[in-house]
């Protein structure tokens, strides 16, 4: 079964930095690709960053260019997420998911969240 | 940069109905569009991969179509379990994105 456990998420003031776990199981890491998704309260969904098996491969959304940095530990089955330079707006539920390829990419299997929190 | 964007942003439909929800893409994304149904409070799920093909263990009621920049999720007979909000996403080309969401209410 595959098992997707973020952590790391809290409360940190504006310009603070965080970095978030995502700990998998159940499937061979280090052939997916990998995929964090936040969702602002009450809002919808919005990608963050997609990360190559190899982890030399990366993208990432305008809103958090520059400022957060995906990477991964394939012997550790690991994913992280690290937040630099945080913003009110970037307050929200990040989803660590892992990434499914058939004919087409599509977000297959999620964690259940960590919430970030950012406030003076 | 692609725009996703998806109608209605809500309804209001009964159980047995049909409901169809659409996505409209900026440009041409092929078939790399997705559908996802969150529930309050929980992650999103994957129901339709690459505009047509139903996840696994995904109830047959639910179908999607579409290629280009128009794309449909339909929900044959809404069931009680159906109530939630669903979303569509592009993988064409990065950034991905996604649609603000449709949110199917009980009537």
């Known amino acids: 079964e595959v098992q997707l456990v973020e952590s790391g998420g809290g409360l940190v003031q504006p310009g603070g930095s965080l970095r978030l776990s995502c700990a998998a199981s159940?499937?061979?890491?280090?052939?997916?690709?990998m995929t964090w998704v936040r969702q602002a309260p009450g809002k919808g969904l919005e990608w963050v960053a997609n990360?190559?098996?190899?982890?030399?491969?990366?993208y990432y959304a305008d809103s958090v260019q520059g400022r957060f940095t995906i990477s991964r530990d394939n012997a550790k089955n690991s994913l992280y997420l690290q937040m630099n330079s945080l913003r009110v707006e970037d307050t929200a539920v990040y989803y660590c998911a892992q990434i499914g390829y058939s004919s087409g990419w599509y977000i297959d299997y999620w964690g259940q969240g960590t919430l970030v929190t950012v406030s003076s | 940069d692609i725009q996703m964007t998806q109608s209605p942003s809500s309804l209001s439909a009964s159980v047995g109905d049909r409901v169809t929800i659409t996505c409209r893409a900026s440009?041409?994304?092929?078939?790399?569009l997705n559908w996802y149904q969150q529930k309050p409070g929980k992650a999103p799920k994957l129901l339709i991969y690459v505009a047509s093909n139903l996840q696994s263990g995904v109830p047959s009621r639910f179908s999607g179509s579409g290629s280009g920049t128009d794309f449909s999720l339909t929900i044959s007979r809404l069931q009680p379990d159906d109530f939630a909000t669903y979303y569509c996403q592009q993988s064409k080309s990065a950034p991905w994105a996604f649609g603000q969401g449709t949110k199917v209410e009980i009537k």
């Open positions: 159940g499937f061979t890491f280090s052939r997916y690709w």
């Open positions: 440009q041409s994304i092929s078939s790399n």
């Open positions: 990360l190559h098996e190899d982890g030399n491969e990366k």
